[in-house]
């Protein structure tokens, strides 16, 4: 606790039961908020893209089959596993 708010001191990211990432915070201390830089947001566009970017955009995948019942499914958004394991069906989707 620092006066009246409250911050972790240390974070991690643990994968595999290996820390990929941490953090370690300094001391902190509050101030007066004119005394910090001005914050704008940036001007609105003046007409919205009529075209949405390629990502979210439903693009038929890619099917490579790795096996006999294994395929991979990708388009420039993701990669997902689908695999047939006796008479079970498992989707394997990173996100």
Known sequence: MHGKF???GASFRVADGA???SQISGIADTMASNAGPVLTAPPSPSQASAELPTLPQPIPPKVTQVNE???LLSNP???EAVTLAVDQIYVFEAS
């Open 6 to 8: 409250s911050l972790p």
């Open 19 to 21: 820390v990929e990432d």
């Open 69 to 71: 019942h294994t395929w």
């Open 77 to 79: 958004g993701y990669t």
